[in-house]
Nanobody
Framework: QVRLIESGGGLVQAGNSLRLSCVASGRTFRNSAMAWFRRGPGKEREFVAGVSGNTLGPSYGDSVKGRFTISRHDAGTTLYLQMDNLNSDDTATYYC?????????????????WGQGTQVTVSS
């Protein structure tokens, strides 16, 4: 059974940083694309950042470019999201996602597995 478990969320003041982690189990994700999405209060789920399962570089949503960094380690079993210079618009539940294919995607429907989410709250 595939499981994605996020951690690292919490309450932080604007301007500070947080690092989210996602541990994957149940299969190998070495050659699979993985991503972070988020859903803010009253908003739809949106793409934050994604990495491919090949040599293609990461991609980011426009609202987080230059502030967030996605990375993966441990043969693809752990996905990270370093979030710097946080602001109140970043308040959301953050979800880890993985797909069978290697190509990263910003589309929700492209991903086969999802975590339960971790809450990030940024106070101004």
């Amino acid at each position: 059974q595939v499981r994605l478990i996020e951690s690292g969320g919490g309450l932080v003041q604007a301007g500070n940083s947080l690092r989210l982690s996602c541990v994957a189990s149940g299969r190998t994700f070495r050659n699979s694309a993985m991503a972070w999405f988020r859903r803010g209060p009253g908003k739809e789920r949106e793409f934050v950042a994604g990495v491919s399962g090949n040599t293609l570089g990461p991609s980011y949503g426009d609202s987080v470019k230059g502030r967030f960094t996605i990375s993966r380690h441990d043969a693809g079993t752990t996905l990270y999201l370093q979030m710097d210079n946080l602001n109140s618009d970043d308040t959301a539940t953050y979800y880890c996602a993985a797909r069978t294919g290697a190509m990263r995607s910003s589309s929700i429907g492209a991903y086969n597995w999802w975590g339960q989410g971790t809450q990030v709250t940024v106070s101004s």
